[in-house]
């Protein structure tokens, strides 16, 4: 059974850095692309980083360029995503999410159907 469980969400003054991770577990996690998708309140899901199952090949949003980084490590099935700068409108939920397919799927292509399964989600509150 796929089984992802994120943490490192806290709150967070704007301009403030923190890293979140997601524990990955029931699958070959280094066969798999992985993503980051957060979720404000009141709007629906938004794809923020993509990584390829070998961590080699990576794509963000506009709203995480030059902010965010995605990262993994295969050894210890575990990905990463890094936020700096971070600003009032970051506040939201964030998942990390398993491509349904093995193999990289773009950031253009990220939705509930090529990442199918998500965890729990971790949140993050930028304010002052």
């Known amino acids: 059974e796929v089984h992802l469980v994120e943490s490192g969400g806290v709150l967070v003054q704007p301009g403030g850095s923190l890293r979140l991770s997601c524990a990955a577990s029931?699958?070959?996690?280094?066969?798999?692309?992985m993503s980051w998708v957060r979720q404000a309140p009141g709007k629906g899901l938004e794809w923020v980083a993509v990584?390829?199952?070998?961590?080699?090949?990576?794509a963000y949003a506009d709203s995480a360029v030059g902010r965010f980084t995605i990262s993994r490590d295969n050894a210890k099935n575990t990905l990463y995503l890094q936020l700096n700068s971070l600003k009032p409108e970051d506040t939201a939920m964030y998942y990390c999410?398993?491509?349904?397919?093995?193999?990289?799927?773009?950031?253009?292509?990220?939705?509930?159907?090529?990442?199918?399964?998500r965890g729990r989600g971790t949140q993050v509150t930028v304010s002052s």
């Open positions: 990584i390829s199952n070998g961590g080699r090949t990576t």
């Open positions: 029931g699958f070959p996690f280094g066969a798999y692309g």
């Open positions: 999410a398993k491509s349904q397919s093995m193999g990289f799927v773009p950031i253009s292509l990220a939705d509930e159907s090529t990442y199918n399964y």
